[in-house]
């Protein structure tokens, strides 16, 4: 069963707006949260992560936001803009070698 | 520089036919992944290899799947007796062994079973 559940689906912001995009876990042995950008036809890109020891984390536009408590993190777009209309990856790892469990994903349309 | 690349980029093949996916990694990169992209889906991990240990395979959804890594670079995933529900995106990753979890992905190969 997918381990890691995001939300919503596809979600459709004007430019300007910040889409919010929802992850949670069950998995307390998960330390590393990353977010991936997935643009069409190209492999995910790592976008931001964070650890459990902080609550929120931002770099440029993108913020997570973490809840350690409640089991979830999220990912806003503030001041969003066509580009990054994209498909977003939450995902999660319990150990040092990498191994990531994903999202099923939300796809992103910023409209000009 | 150089990233992970992947070939062939799209793939069409019978059903029953066997197929080989190929990964070259990021140069320096011991670590590598194969993930899966059902449509719709998440990344759904398959196999995992680091420098000359044993590789990971707890992914791999059944024994018709298998990967190798040649001297510690280029990958080859082989899918035996290919079905339908095989079809999907195979994505590569790889990342320095001290930074595992700082994946670079390829573009990904498309193989769709008819």
């Known amino acids: 069963q997918q381990q890691v559940k995001q939300s919503p689906q596809s979600l459709i912001v004007q430019k300007g707006g910040i889409p919010i995009i929802n992850c949670a876990y069950e998995?307390?042995?998960?330390?590393?949260f990353p977010w991936y950008q997935q643009f069409p036809g190209k492999g995910p890109a790592l976008l931001i992560a964070?650890?459990?020891?902080?609550s929120e984390k931002k770099e440029g536009r993108f913020t997570i936001s973490f809840n350690k408590s409640a089991k979830q993190f999220s990912l806003h777009i503030m001041d969003s803009q066509p580009g990054d209309s994209a498909t977003y990856f939450c995902?999660?790892?319990?150990?040092?070698?990498?191994?990531?469990?994903f999202g099923a994903g939300t796809q992103v349309v910023v409209t000009p | 520089g150089a990233g992970v690349s992947q070939s062939p980029s799209n793939k069409v093949t019978e059903k029953g036919k066997d197929v080989e996916l190929r990964c070259d990694p990021i140069?320096?990169?011991?670590?590598l992944y194969w993930y899966r992209q059902s449509l719709g889906q998440g990344l759904e991990f398959l196999i995992y290899?680091?420098?000359?240990?044993?590789?990971?395979k707890s992914g791999l959804p059944s024994d018709r799947f298998s990967a190798e890594r040649t001297g510690g670079s280029v990958s080859t995933l082989t899918i035996q007796r290919t079905q339908q529900e095989d079809s999907a995106v195979y994505l590569c990753?790889?990342?320095?062994?001290?930074?595992?979890?700082?994946?670079?992905f390829g573009p990904g190969t498309r193989l769709l079973v008819l």
């Open positions: 140069s320096g990169h011991t670590a």
């Open positions: 995902a999660a790892s319990d150990n040092s070698w990498g191994k990531l469990q």
């Open positions: 290899f680091q420098g000359n240990s044993a590789p990971d």
């Open positions: 990753a790889s990342s320095l062994e001290n930074s595992a979890r700082t994946q670079y």
């Open positions: 998995n307390t042995a998960f330390d590393y």
């Open positions: 964070i650890r459990p020891d902080v």
